[in-house]
């Protein structure tokens, strides 16, 4: 496999969405064209890449693949490196009608976890309790009040041939995943958990250790879904790891108080219990 | 050829065929919903080959155009009022791309449903070229020729042909359709620019700004320069268009009507241009030596044009169909501007009308004579802005 990565592109030390690039176009190859939108980092392949304004990802991706299509290399694939704010919020409705319409793409989603290219304001992907430089801790305000948005399974509820969570810190998840879904047509979003040290505040080096625990405490789980039906789930532990193992060591939790964290903790393992049933079951009820 | 009653948006979508568009998209808006209809009905039928991609709103049609040309396939899009605006952000993304996109305004006012020009003058520094045409057959023929602009390897800006919403979009005239052999030997079938493709390039970035320049701006004056450009191409454009088709609208900046002999010229720009056309031909049988210069290309502007003709006149009413409001009609202050280096000016009168889509009558166009008229016999402006 070629190396599509750019070092040092425009990542700061330990950057958890650097090496999402790295892997996942790794895995892709040389014969894609990457879409970008604003987002952090931007510069980390050394594939051709087309941006376009921040809401416009799946449409861009749309007219790229319709694009190929019309003038016959339809062998180039259109692929999307979108931030979490380009998927979950400001780019949701066009990446939304580009899954309704089953265009064939394929979306690599860096998940942050808040808007980090404009200094790590909240998005709809920030985990409940979080603090971002828009939810500060005070008297009125223990962090983000609300849940982050299930957008995997939202994206599957559009019924499109593959939906897939990765990590950073499961790398050869998730080359399987990018490897698989090259082999598909339609439309095609993974979702990569992608610690950021700046915003999350934690050590650089400690990344892949982040991201590992949340993978191991059933924050992040690692899953496919396919045709909004078939539900697999890639890496089930006998037992999941406190989810403190995952808080702790990101100063953006630290303010949190026991009954948070139990809180946090009742309601992983709350929905850890759904997604092995749907596991056992080998679907989603959707 | 052939002829066929036909309304104005069915004229603009029979032109993507004829241009063998390769990929368009759109979002339904009143009043130019019947393009999108036209194009699926085509599509489902095979008309040509081509893609349409039914978007669940205008933003993402303009996106999908800019990705599909960036690409290198010929591009269609079509929208009206409230849509245009919704699409305010990538047009200027198009535009700074330097894509040749090709998307019909089929006016509809900011205030209500009616037609008037505020959408399209409101995007006027998105980078594009800017048209208004005034009937069914110029808007199939203006749309043809916007593409062999806009893809001139000189030019390559995108442009936005304007017709007013219902009079032209829902209302059916005699249009007469080009052989599609013709029209493939003037327009060839795009051969696309693949200058993405990753066997082509690589480590290249397109469509974003990231800054870094030596002079940062420079990609200003090479765009600006670039639209300038527009207004000589065009011109070849139409001379060769006459030749292959046998019509022409004027030198394509500008269309004079009944202008010999006269001492005063009425700008108007679309349909009400056509019901100037009738109250020229009027006020001449009674003496009144009004002419019209029907106003085709905004952006760029005819300088060159008016201020030859300046030298010819004694007033020039303008007639705008749009305001910026607490600033005041873009056409009669771009005529202004456009003379100010005039040795001789000839006075200049503001008139406001249709907005909102307010009915432009034969008479009122006579009002406008009159009163320009009396301007020219007194020497003088006394009420330089009126709203008809």
């Known amino acids: ?286 | 050829m052939s002829y066929e009653v036909m309304v104005g948006n069915k004229a603009a979508a029979t032109a993507c065929k004829l241009a063998r568009v390769q990929v368009a998209s759109a979002f339904p808006i009143t009043p130019q919903t019947t393009i999108t209809q036209y194009l699926s009905e085509m599509h489902a039928n095979a008309e040509w080959d081509f893609d349409f991609v039914n978007v669940e709103g205008e933003l993402s049609s303009q996106v999908v155009v800019q990705g599909a040309s960036r690409i290198g396939a010929r591009t269609f899009t079509c929208t009206s009022g409230p849509g245009l605006l919704y699409m305010h952000h990538p047009m200027q993304t198009t535009g700074s791309g330097r894509l040749p996109v090709v998307m019909a305004v089929v006016h509809r006012s900011y205030k209500g449903m009616q037609p008037d020009h505020s959408d399209l003058m409101s995007q006027e520094w998105t980078g594009w070229g800017h048209w208004y045409v005034e009937h069914a057959q110029e808007v199939l023929d203006s749309i043809l020729m916007a593409y062999k602009v806009a893809e001139d390897p000189r030019i390559r800006i995108p442009i936005a042909v304007g017709y007013d919403g219902y009079v032209l979009s829902y209302t059916a005239e005699p249009v007469e359709i080009p052989d599609q052999a013709l029209v493939d030997e003037w327009l060839p079938p795009n051969k696309p620019i693949p200058e993405v493709l990753p066997d082509k390039v690589n480590k290249a970035t397109f469509g974003r700004g990231f800054g870094g320049e030596a002079d940062p701006q420079v990609p200003w004056k090479v765009h600006h320069d670039a639209i300038l450009k527009i207004e000589e191409v065009h011109q070849e454009v139409m001379d060769s268009f006459e030749k292959t088709f046998g019509r022409r609208y004027g030198n394509a900046m500008i269309e004079p009507y009944m202008m010999d002999d006269v001492d005063v010229a009425i700008i108007a720009m679309g349909t009400i241009a056509g019901t100037c056309k009738a109250a020229v031909e009027k006020m001449q049988k009674e003496g009144k030596k009004v002419g019209l210069i029907k106003l085709r290309s905004y952006i760029p502007f005819p300088v060159k044009d008016f201020q030859e003709w300046s030298k010819k006149l004694d007033a020039i009413a303008v007639v705008d169909r749009s305001i910026c409001p607490g600033k005041g009609g873009p056409v009669y202050q771009r005529l202004r501007e456009t003379l100010y280096d005039m040795k001789k000016r000839p006075l200049t009168l503001q008139f406001h009308a249709g907005l909102g889509g307010k009915e432009v009558r034969v008479r009122d166009f006579e009002l406008i004579g009159d009163k320009t008229l009396k301007a020219v016999k007194s020497k003088k402006v006394e009420e330089p802005v009126t709203w008809v």
Request: charged content about 20%; some cysteine.
């Open chain 1, 1 to 286: 496999m070629e190396e599509m990565g750019i070092t040092p592109g425009s990542a700061c030390q330990g950057c958890g969405a650097a090496l999402a690039a790295r892997l996942a176009f790794k895995a892709l190859g040389p014969n894609v064209i990457r879409h970008g939108v604003p987002c952090c980092p931007d510069t980390v392949t050394k594939t051709p890449q087309i941006g376009t304004v921040f809401e416009g990802g799946g449409a861009l991706l749309t007219g790229t693949s319709r694009g190929l299509k019309a003038i016959g290399r339809e062998d180039v694939l259109a692929v999307g490196f979108f931030g979490d704010g380009g998927t979950y919020d400001i780019g949701f409705q066009g990446l939304s009608a580009a899954a309704e319409r089953n265009e064939n793409i394929l979306v690599i989603t860096k998940d942050n976890e808040a808007y980090m290219n404009t200094g790590n304001q909240r998005s709809g992907a920030t985990p409940k309790y979080a603090t971002t430089s828009t939810n500060p801790v005070g008297p009125k305000s223990r962090g983000k009040e609300q849940p982050k948005k299930n957008i995997p399974f939202i994206f599957a509820a559009h019924y499109v041939p593959y939906v897939a969570t990765a990590s950073v810190a499961f790398p050869e998840d998730l080359i399987a995943k990018v490897n698989y879904a090259k082999t598909i047509t339609g439309f095609r979003i993974i979702i990569i958990q992608s610690p950021c040290p700046v915003g999350w505040r934690f050590e650089p080096e400690k990344t892949i250790e982040i991201a590992r625990a949340g993978v191991q405490a059933g924050i992040w789980p690692l899953f496919e879904i396919q045709n909004g039906h078939d539900f697999k789930l890639n890496y089930k532990p006998k037992e999941l790891k406190p989810v403190t193992e995952y808080l702790k060591p990101q100063a953006r939790f630290r303010h949190m108080t026991e009954a948070e964290i139990a809180e946090v903790q009742e309601d992983t393992t709350s929905k850890w219990q759904s997604l092995i049933q749907s596991d056992e079951m080998g679907k989603v009820l959707i």
